[in-house]
T-cell receptor
Framework: QKEVEQDPGPLSVPEGAIVSLNCTYS??????FMWYRQYSRKGPELLMY????GNKEDGRFTAQVDKSSKYISLFIRDSQPSDSATYLC???????????FGTGTSLTVIP | GAVVSQHPSWVICKSGTSVKIECRSL??????MFWYRQFPKQSLMLMAT?????????EQGVEKDKFLINHASLTLSTLTVTSAHPEDSSFYIC?????????????FGPGTRLTVL
């Protein structure tokens, strides 16, 4: 079993839709949870960073962590064509520890 | 914001040659840098953790004699792919952790696309 599971998609939505991206994990010791956005042939850029359970909102993005279910989500409201990218979840046990990445979900927002 | 650069961005080489990829933290010091490899439509796979002034730590299955890592300063780590073969063709991405930040963010470079003919 992989440490982190993520549906690779692809996911295609119309502009303005709400997008839900999800990852599940098996290691209950994970404490830090990140979402990265990666455009084609570019390095990942950090979107959201959360510690432990709960919700965190930043503009149109909301990150949600449910440690009891070992499940994290990223919601994108009012999706835009510029949101078209691959979204990677990542997590680690503690500061300074190895990151474990999901496979990434490819998202296309259609104008 | 913190910026990490990689050079070159794209390299094509013949089988059997060696290729060096540089990773630089431009506006912060990075005691620790990471090297990842990413195949098409797959996630980032950690190859090794590079620590300034000491030997790199390689992940299981990564040949340390083939992928030479040098982290000689707080702003530069290099990955040398020795005797490259077509199966080494991939997207190589580095990341760096800011030495003086207490939280765990890694800043990623733009990646280097290696094609071995």
């Amino acid at each position: 079993q992989k440490e982190v599971e993520q549906d690779p998609g692809p996911l295609s939505v119309p502009e303005g839709a709400i997008v839900s991206l999800n990852c599940t994990y098996s290691n209950s010791a994970f404490q830090y949870f990140m979402w990265y956005r990666q455009y084609s042939r570019k390095g990942p850029e950090l979107l959201m960073y959360t510690y432990s359970s709960g919700n965190k909102e930043d503009g149109r993005f909301t990150a949600q962590v449910d440690k009891s279910s070992k499940y994290i989500s990223l919601f994108i409201r009012d999706s835009q064509p510029s949101d078209s990218a691959t979204y990677l979840c990542a997590m680690c046990v503690g500061a300074g520890n190895q990151f474990y990445f999901g496979t990434g979900t490819s998202l296309t927002v259609i104008p | 914001g913190a910026v990490v650069s990689q050079h070159p961005s794209w390299v094509i080489c013949k089988s059997g040659t060696s290729v060096k990829i540089e990773c630089r933290s431009l506006d912060f010091q990075a005691t620790t840098m990471f090297w990842y490899r990413q195949f098409p439509k797959q996630s980032l796979m950690l190859m090794a953790t590079s620590n300034e002034g000491s030997k790199a730590t390689y992940e299981q299955g990564v040949e340390k004699d083939k992928f030479l890592i040098n982290h000689a300063s707080l702003t530069l780590s290099t990955l040398t792919v020795t005797s490259a073969h077509p199966e080494d063709s991939s997207f190589y991405i580095c990341s760096a952790r800011d030495t003086f930040q207490t939280y765990n963010e890694q800043f990623f470079g733009p990646g280097t696309r290696l094609t071995v003919l």
